[in-house]
């Protein structure tokens, strides 16, 4: 019965939203001709019917999951009898079918949510082809499900009575019931501002107010990208047993160049915005983002990438490159056809501006997406010629990546100085002048207290100079609101109050990933059993071993007591129903001035615990624990926390910016341009 629900949903869905597509296209057709259409054949009608479709393949799927059907060939694959209430409800987007049905149900979402958005304007042109666009992408995705990536397939023989279970590292930590769906809301919502972007190329109106849409829809999306994000990373740090958080793994990359690009983007659109500036620019950047989530959706599940990340090998790869090839070729022929119209009236007056900055913030963004898209396709392209294998690791990344990330905290620092048009030389210095000695001052703090290292100092230089500047702006959008009598709170909503503690958060994370990767200490020690060691300034002492036992894993632990006051278990797990290596469980003594990562690597003796690695050349009884110091690592996640409060924030629209109809200067702007 679940499966048929499924099934039965899936099917409404793809077949609700194949008509609304074409009724809606035939619509826009006949409307570009002078020609009313009947309310009783608009297209839209149909969409809440492929909504509802997709809750119901969704509600069966989790039905399934909860109640342990093993008779559905996913559930069997990835579920088992004893699988927690909480990994069971994951389950759905642990493997490929499932995580396209969750890509396809957030997709409907955004289709009503648009649709909802614009019911006033539903006889618009720009409004019709973009739902129309986005109702194909739809047909795409829901096609796959009732083809090749069908979730609700039979199993096939003898139903088991246990399951297989979900993998090892999807049953670890909690934060897979977060960081996956924010991740795909964060892709799947660059589907929006493509399709405005494609709806005004092929309308032509590409000089209206539509690109102040696609900015705030495209800013939600960055702000749930970059949240899932930092939550991936640290999942791979509290799961992995690697100590870190970011391996330049290609799945990891798949997701890094749209929020590369996207933040070119909702920085581009403000130039757009205000002077009129850009607008291929931005149309190509808008149509890029999702044809990079595509690509990224190719490089996950169609198997061409080793990743711990990847799903398994499957049919679907070459549907996604086609997809990818189509969506590439289409937007290039419409952009080549409206070459025209696309040309601005007006130019950049002066490279030391602040629009001047944006367009080098952006080339910096765009040029490091191709870097990082270079680095994932060279292996495949190398192999797929050479027949050999070729790995392009972190010191690639690395290389580059981090003068481009300097580069960037200058931009940050000084681009909010600057005036529009052409910025005074002078008036800059004048205004850096506080945010520069307060850096300065916190430098030679740190070299006074012991901080050594060029490439650290200048980032933290570079920091505090940028969040010093985003203060600066916080506190004049305070005192003008202020006087004129508002809330001065009121500062930190809208674009500029946002998007100074976006940039306060960008801050924090620099200084964490900085501090962590620059002054971490790493060992393997071997305890026997009641010894204390320290280690850079923490001391460790081994208390013992335990053993727990749940009905769905058997959990070895070391108990470890640090600096004398708590006792932490690094462990290893073997998990019930799937066959599979130990997983290790790390232990984290966290803190505001950095973590001690503890792993339990090997147990001295010829036999072992369950699940424990036996060393030979260990003294029986003895453990080797692997620790790692990393110095203020937990504010890469309290950043992380920061970007997604000013993303949130930046969204809240200001009274004073209702009207759409013309660009206005914020407080801000008139402050820094007076």
């Given amino acids: 019965m679940k499966a048929h629900l499924g099934q039965f949903g899936i099917w409404l869905c793809l077949l609700a939203s194949i008509g609304a597509t074409i009724l809606v296209v035939i619509e826009q057709l ?36 909860i109640t342990h059907d093993f008779s559905i060939a996913y559930v069997a694959a990835n579920n088992a009898s004893v699988t927690p209430l909480i990994y069971s409800i994951t389950g759905m987007w642990s493997a490929l079918a499932g995580s396209i049905l969750l890509w396809g149900t957030i997709l409907m979402l955004l289709i009503l949510s648009v649709l909802w958005r614009y019911r006033h304007e539903r006889d618009d042109s720009v409004v019709g082809w973009a739902t129309a666009i986005m109702l194909g992408v739809a047909v795409f995705f829901f096609g796959l499900m009732a083809g090749p990536a069908n979730p609700f397939v039979l199993t096939q023989g003898v139903i088991p009575t246990q399951g297989a279970g979900p993998n090892s590292l999807l049953q670890n930590n909690p934060l897979v019931a977060i960081h996956p769906p924010l991740l795909y809301l964060g892709m799947v919502g660059f589907t929006v501002p493509f399709a405005f972007a494609m709806a005004m190329l092929i309308t032509g109106r590409v000089d209206e107010r539509w690109y102040v849409a696609t900015r705030r829809w495209a800013l939600f999306s960055w702000t749930a990208l970059s949240v ?183 931009l940050m620092a000084v681009a909010p100085l600057l005036s529009w048009r052409v910025a005074s030389g002078s008036v800059v210095m004048k205004r850096v ?88 200490a790493r060992s ?73 990562y503890l792993t339990f690597d090997a147990i001295g003796g010829s036999g072992g615990t369950s699940g424990a690695s036996v060393a030979s050349n260990l003294k029986p009884g003895s453990v080797a624990i692997g620790v790692i110091v990393e110095p203020l690592l937990p504010w890469l996640w309290i950043g992380g926390l920061i970007i997604g409060m000013g993303g949130l924030l930046a969204l809240v629209r200001d009274k004073r910016r209702r009207s759409t109809a013309a660009p206005r200067t914020t407080v801000h702007d008139e402050l820094v341009d007076s």
């Fill in 30 to 65: 006949r409307r570009a001709r002078g020609k009313s259409v009947a309310r009783l054949f608009d297209g839209r009608w149909l969409i809440p019917f492929a909504v509802l479709g997709a809750g119901l393949s969704v509600g069966a799927m989790q039905w399934a999951l």
């Fill in 228 to 410: 899932g994000i930092v939550l991936g990373a640290w999942w791979s740090y509290q799961v992995l047993g690697w100590g870190g958080f970011w391996g330049w793994d290609p799945v990891e990359n798949a997701a890094l160049m749209p929020w590369l690009l996207a933040t070119a983007y909702v920085h581009s659109i403000v130039v757009e915005e205000r002077r009129g500036l850009l607008r291929v620019w931005n149309l190509s950047l808008a149509i890029s983002i999702f044809a990079a989530t595509i690509l990224g959706t190719f490089f996950t599940r169609s198997g061409v990438v080793e990743s711990v990340h990847a799903f398994s090998s499957s049919t679907v790869g070459p549907l996604l490159l086609g997809f990818f090839a189509l969506i590439v070729f289409a937007s290039l022929g419409l952009i080549a056809w409206r070459a025209d119209s696309l040309r601005s009236q007006v130019g950049l007056d002066a490279a030391f501006s602040r629009e001047g900055a944006f367009v080098l913030n952006n080339m910096l963004l765009v040029a490091f997406c191709l870097v990082v898209l270079a680095g994932t396709v060279f292996p495949l392209l190398y192999e797929a010629i050479k027949g050999g294998v070729v790995t392009v690791g972190p010191p690639y990344f690395n290389a580059i990546g981090g003068p481009i990330g300097i580069a960037l905290l200058v």
């Fill in 433 to 520: 002048e506080l945010p520069a000695w307060i850096a300065t001052a916190v430098i030679v703090i740190l070299v006074i207290c012991g901080v050594r290292g060029v490439m650290p100092l200048c980032a933290y230089f570079l920091g505090t100079l940028a969040a010093a500047t985003a203060v600066r702006a916080l506190a004049l959008e305070f005192l003008a609101r202020r006087r004129r009598g508002e809330s001065g709170f009121r500062c930190l909503l809208g674009r500029t109050g946002g998007g100074m503690i976006v940039h306060i958060g960008v801050v924090v994370v620099a200084i964490g990933l900085v501090t962590s990767t620059s002054y971490l």
């Fill in 524 to 596: 393997e020690i071997v305890f026997a059993k009641g010894e204390t060691v320290v280690f850079h300034g923490h001391s460790l002492q081994y208390l013992g071993l335990s053993t727990t036992t749940s009905a769905y894993k058997t959990t070895t632990s070391v108990d470890l007591l640090i600096d004398g006051s708590r006792v932490f278990k690094p462990g290893v797990s073997e998990f019930t129903g799937r066959s599979s290596d130990p997983v290790g469980t790390p232990a984290i003594d966290s803190s505001w001035k950095g973590d001690v």
